[in-house]
Nanobody
Framework: QVQLVESGGGLVQAGGSLRLSCAASGRTFSTYAMGWFRQAPGKEREFVAATSWSGGSTNYGDSVKGRFAISRDNAKNTMYLQMNSLKPEDTAVYYC?????????????????????WGQGTQVTVSS
């Protein structure tokens, strides 16, 4: 059974930084693409960032490009999201996700419907 556990959320002032972690267990971590999504109250889940199994290919949502960086350490079964220059509009619950090896085969996936497993989420609050 795949398990994903996010950590690192919290309260930060605008302009500050946070690093989220997603620890995976239950299968070989290095084989699968992964991603980060977020959901603010009253809004739909939004794509934040995605990475290929190796970390060599990445993709970002337009609202976070240039400020966030996704990475993974396959030896530690952990994915990260470094968030810099945070804005109040970044306030949301952040989720990590992964998927089974199934078609379509792509380097990374930006649609939440393409993911099969989700963590419980970690709250990020950015104060103005």
């Amino acid at each position: 059974q795949v398990q994903l556990v996010e950590s690192g959320g919290g309260l930060v002032q605008a302009g500050g930084s946070l690093r989220l972690s997603c620890a995976a267990s239950g299968r070989t971590f290095s084989t699968y693409a992964m991603g980060w999504f977020r959901q603010a109250p009253g809004k739909e889940r939004e794509f934040v960032a995605a990475t290929s199994w190796s970390g060599g290919s990445t993709n970002y949502g337009d609202s976070v490009k240039g400020r966030f960086a996704i990475s993974r350490d396959n030896a530690k079964n952990t994915m990260y999201l470094q968030m810099n220059s945070l804005k109040p509009e970044d306030t949301a619950v952040y989720y990590c996700a992964t998927r089974d090896a199934r078609p379509p085969y792509k380097n990374y996936y930006s649609d939440s419907r393409e993911y099969d497993y989700w963590g419980q989420g970690t709250q990020v609050t950015v104060s103005s």
